[in-house]
């Protein structure tokens, strides 16, 4: 039997894809690349954002006319959008073809469901509040040399516009000791880059270890590799994770620390509990105390009563900060949400917004790129296409160059940058 998953939405869902394709493997199933060609379609779901939602209905929808001519057909949907209240019942109704809708802390029982569905034609929508950690599933990595590891499940934050503490739950940490055997073993098989996976990383709590003690036992292996996490909330960043970054050779030297707005105002009202001054001083001890760091973040426009000055304060802020590259968003209110229920604001100008914000960010990542002109970086290689390489530097660079025979996915190289694009940087293999 032939599978294929369509993955929306973040890392963390992509990581998710692996492990349920490890479950499927399990019992038999083989991926396919070409949706047309498997018998059962898994669309693994995100509704964070309103567009991937429009997605997701939009790819199921255009299955009814294969479904209703191939009896064999299997369709389920998983993930977080499965997850919201009532989400799942809605989608049997308006698409009742589809087999199979689990929601996103029991994608673990997809196997027991196909079998379900086999015999009876229909199935149990299952629900469950919080990820249980106990469980352990196979997962079947794609991502060489980079492998995922979730340290944790959930959220407590509740910030204003954000659906994920509904739908993934509270947090949960996993015991350093299953992390690091998850790590050792990932390397041991040969993975080079270990993402620590989580949704608030800096929360991360397990008996007397926090995430900056984690960071330190996972430096202590002695072997040659790389170790990233995200996503971290600026408002538990510590002093203790910067020490750590700092004194690691495994550490990457790059942090995706989402800001959201620049505006005072504006994070109470999206309940982030930083301020903007909080958040310029953390940036500034980043900077001045770990060599070549780099910060990412990601930028929401347009949240319910944003002002011209609240938006201006996002783009001195952005200014500031001199982000290496920022995911820009305009808001959308998602369903039970506080934020939902505050007067929106006139979209001609969220869009307004958004342009202007990604004209000022392309400019800095430009001047951040053209920085690395004559430089010369260690990059991972991880991808290959049409006689290039492709990797990335410790601080998150994206470098392409030429293939080198003696070279393969995997490798580490030195290679000196001669030119700079907006997103990516062009080398040669030194
Ligand atoms: S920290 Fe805030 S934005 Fe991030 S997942 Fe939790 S509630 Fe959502």
Redesign the pocket.
């Given at each position: 039997m032939l599978y294929h998953i369509v993955t929306y939405g973040c890392q963390m869902n992509v990581h998710e894809s692996e492990k349920i394709a490890g479950t499927l493997h399990g019992e038999g199933y083989t991926f396919c690349g070409d949706i047309d060609k498997a018998d059962l379609i898994v669309f693994n779901t995100c509704c964070i954002r309103e567009n991937a939602e429009k997605r997701v209905f939009g790819n199921i929808g255009a299955l009814k006319k294969r479904k209703m001519t191939d009896a064999g057909l299997k369709i389920a949907v998983l993930g977080c959008m499965t997850q919201q209240k009532d989400a799942a019942a809605r989608l049997k109704k308006k698409f009742p073809f589809v087999d199979i809708v689990l929601g996103a802390n029991n994608l673990h029982l997809l196997p027991y469901y196909l079998k379900l569905n086999d015999k009876k034609n229909s199935v149990k929508i299952e629900e469950a509040d919080t990820y249980d950690i106990n469980i352990s599933v196979d997962t079947f990595r794609t991502s060489f040399p980079n492998a995922w590891v979730n340290i944790m499940y959930g959220?407590d934050?509740?910030?204003s516009y954000?659906i994920?503490?509904y739908v993934r739950g509270r947090e949960v940490s996993r015991s350093p000791k299953d992390i690091l055997n998850e790590v050792n073993f990932l390397i041991g098989e040969g993975y080079k880059e270990i993402t620590l996976l989580g949704?608030?990383v800096n929360s991360y709590r397990y008996e007397d270890c926090d995430f900056s003690g984690l960071l330190c036992e996972l430096s202590k292996i002695d072997k040659k590799f790389r170790l990233r996490f995200m996503?971290s909330?600026p408002k538990d960043f510590s002093d203790d994770v910067i020490d750590a970054m700092n004194l690691s050779k495994n550490i990457c030297k790059h942090i995706h620390l989402p800001v959201q707005s620049g505006s005072d105002r504006i994070l109470k009202l999206m309940n982030r509990k930083y301020t903007a001054k909080r958040y310029i001083e953390l940036i500034e001890k980043i900077y001045g105390n770990i060599d070549n760091a780099l910060v990412s973040t990601d930028i929401m426009v347009g949240f319910p009563t944003e002002t011209d000055e609240d938006f201006c304060e996002t783009i001195r802020l952005t200014e500031t900060c001199k982000f290496s590259q920022a995911f820009t968003f305009i808001y959308s209110p998602r369903q039970n949400t506080l934020a939902a229920k505050m007067p929106d604001i006139d979209a001609e100008i969220k869009k307004q917004r958004i342009g202007e914000l990604i004209r000022v960010q392309n400019k800095i990542t430009k001047e951040i790129s053209d920085s690395f002109k004559g430089k010369t970086e260690e990059v991972l290689i991880d991808d290959y296409k049409d006689g290039y390489f492709m990797g990335r530097t410790d601080n998150g660079r994206l470098v392409r160059f030429k293939k080198r025979e003696s070279y393969e996915v995997g490798d580490f190289v030195r290679i000196k940058i001669f030119a700079s694009k907006s997103a990516s940087l062009a080398g040669e293999i030194i």
């Open positions: 959220c934050n509740f910030c954000c994920v503490p949704q608030n996503t909330n």
